[in-house]
């Protein structure tokens, strides 16, 4: 619905992918909330695949526009787990 | 640059296992002196992630997987501590005390008395401690009661990731010997999710708590409420469900037994007359009689009605519904309260 064309999408994804079989996880915890200014590299979330925590780190600098997936919730890896505005 | 990082350290929030670590990381980096041993502390990073990461940026000399003797590892912290180190020793779980009681009760905290104060002991023993998540009799104590009354050891227990953070700043800069014990439950791990609560805005910088100082996690006026770590969170939800039917409650998170802040419990007695305790710790010779009486000895004629909320004098089962029978939960806290009126 809105532009989402300044949007960067925060992924479930990473190296760590081809070392699980589950396509599965669950979102553990989140260390920033809607609104929160980032910066690139910043620990935003903590996932669990397979019994093992993984952190999801901010792909870019910005504000967290939408968190898409919340604690508990589960995703499938490739997931959009939120978006940061950029700029 | 210098404006802008208070403003994302507020925003920025934590689990109670990452403020420990953030701590501990931090006086690390500053004192070559300080390092961390116990089980699974290294390549697991603690099997509830007190050490989370600490490995792979300093590395298996002083982040330290030890054998399976507690009497051996905390009798060997100790020893480094007496010779000026900065010991962390983890008690995996905290019911494993007994195998090195001598450790703990006879040297760690008395050689710094028995030796004339020629030497000191400043190491920190963390302590995985708390139930609800069935484990049964074990390896679901707090034993709060059982550390807190031996003389020379001071006694921490964080309810929330900011003064798990601050708390542990001061436990591995405090020159005697200190117990930090961690609720698992507010941990904020995957497997054993947390309340609300424990996961706070926590500052990047380094700062320390106080010890003796409690802390009045939410203000009332008709009851005080007087607990610690799990039971901060279930009292405050408890005073929650007590304002919707006009009961005003203060809850009073004490953050350390020793030293033990009377002063702000007694201070709130004054205030609202109403006394409830609440522990996971066994009923009798505990936490709940020892806040009691010493209440009672500073402001006797202003308490008019006392509770304590606190496990019954049994091993705790592992059967989860008897389990949540005998732990303490908000609707147990709410009751206690509401008896009182």
């Not at chain 2, 994302?8 to 929030?13: C, D």
């Not at chain 2, 009681?101 to 008395?113: E, G, L, P, V």
């Not at chain 2, 926590?202 to 100082?213: A, R």
């Not at chain 2, 203060?250 to 709130?268: C, K, N």
Request: with cysteine; net charge negative.
């Amino acid at each position: 619905m809105s532009d989402t064309t300044d949007r960067v999408a925060v992924t479930a994804d990473g190296e760590w992918t081809a070392d699980v079989d589950e396509e599965e996880g669950i979102v553990v915890n989140w260390f920033a909330s809607e609104g929160a200014s980032v910066s690139e590299g910043d620990t935003l979330c903590e996932i669990q695949v397979e019994k093992v925590s993984i952190d999801i780190l901010a792909p870019t600098d910005g504000t967290i526009a939408e968190i898409a997936r919340r604690e508990d919730d589960e995703f499938t890896i490739g997931d959009t787990l939120a978006w940061i505005e950029s700029g | 640059m210098a404006q802008q990082e208070p403003q994302r350290t507020i925003e920025r929030e934590l689990t109670m296992s990452r403020a420990m670590v953030e701590a501990i990381g931090h006086e690390m980096r500053e004192n070559d002196d300080v390092f961390y041993m116990g089980e699974d502390v290294a390549d697991y990073g603690g099997i509830f992630d007190s050490t989370e990461g600490l490995l792979d940026e300093f590395g298996y000399d002083r982040i330290m997987d030890v054998p399976i003797s507690e009497t051996a590892y905390l009798g060997a912290a100790v020893g480094a501590a007496q010779s000026g180190m900065r010991p962390i020793a983890e008690l995996m779980f905290v019911d494993f005390f007994g195998v090195a009681m001598d450790q703990i009760y006879n040297q760690m905290a008395k050689n710094t008395y028995m030796s004339g104060g020629s030497v000191n002991v400043p190491m920190v023993l963390t302590a995985a401690v708390g139930g609800t998540y069935n484990d049964a009799a074990q390896h679901s104590q707090t034993l709060y009661g059982t550390f807190a009354h031996l003389p020379g050891m001071k006694v921490v227990v964080p309810s929330t990731a900011y003064d798990a953070k601050g708390l542990m700043h001061n436990a591995i800069r405090d020159d005697d010997p200190v117990v930090y014990m961690f609720h698992k439950r507010l941990m904020g791990i995957g497997w054993m999710p947390a309340p609300t609560g424990p996961k706070t805005p926590v500052p990047e910088d380094d700062y320390t708590i106080p010890f003796g100082s409690a802390d009045v996690k939410r203000e009332g006026s008709d009851v005080t409420i007087v607990t610690l770590g799990l039971h901060v969170h279930r009292a405050l939800e408890a005073a929650e469900s007590l304002a919707e039917d006009g009961i005003s409650a203060e809850v009073i998170d004490l953050r350390t037994l020793v030293p033990l802040d009377t002063e702000t419990v007694v201070d709130s007695v004054r205030t609202t007359g109403s006394l409830v305790v609440v522990d996971e710790d066994y009923r009798s010779f505990g936490v709940t009689g020892e806040i009691v009486a010493s209440v009672a000895d500073e402001a006797l004629d202003d308490l008019d009605a006392v509770e304590r909320v606190a496990l019954p004098d049994v091993p705790i089962p592992y059967a989860r519904p008897m389990e949540d029978e005998v732990i303490p939960d908000t609707d147990d806290i709410e009751t206690a309260v509401q008896e009182l009126e």
